[in-house]
Nanobody, 124 residues
Framework: QVQLVESGGGLVQAGGSLRVSCAAS????????MGWFRQAPGKEREFVAA????????YVADSVKGRFTISRDNGKNTVYLQMNSLKPEDTAVYYC?????????????????WGQGAQVTVSS
């Protein structure tokens, strides 16, 4: 199993940018495809973005397409979510997750390990 720890969350104004990071330990992150999910208060966890093991393929939710970018640095055992043009509706706890599927998934059930989450708050 891989352990995941998110960092980089915080408060940002609408239209601003933020990058959250996910540091992995226990197993090299290159063993897994990775994903980002988010959960706002009172709502179910939703898919945000995923990236394949190699980083060659990425997938993003329609709600963040064109604004968010997922990337990975396997040498640093770290996955990133760059969030641009943030909107108040992006406010949520953002979770990093690891999946054994080589090309990733948008289904939470396909992810085996989860981080504790990073709070992202977008003000207007």
């Amino acid at each position: 199993q891989v352990q995941l720890v998110e960092s980089g969350g915080g408060l940002v104004q609408a239209g601003g940018s933020l990058r959250v990071s996910c540091a992995a330990s226990g197993r090299t992150v290159s063993t897994y495809s990775m994903g980002w999910f988010r959960q706002a208060p009172g709502k179910e966890r939703e898919f945000v973005a995923a990236i394949s093991r190699s980083g060659g393929s990425t997938y993003v939710a329609d709600s963040v397409k064109g604004r968010f970018t997922i990337s990975r640095d396997n040498g640093k055992n770290t996955v990133y979510l760059q969030m641009n043009s943030l909107k108040p509706e992006d406010t949520a706890v953002y979770y990093c997750a690891a999946s054994p599927l080589a090309y990733g998934s948008r289904r939470a059930a396909d992810f085996e390990s989860w981080g504790q989450g990073a709070q992202v708050t977008v003000s207007s």
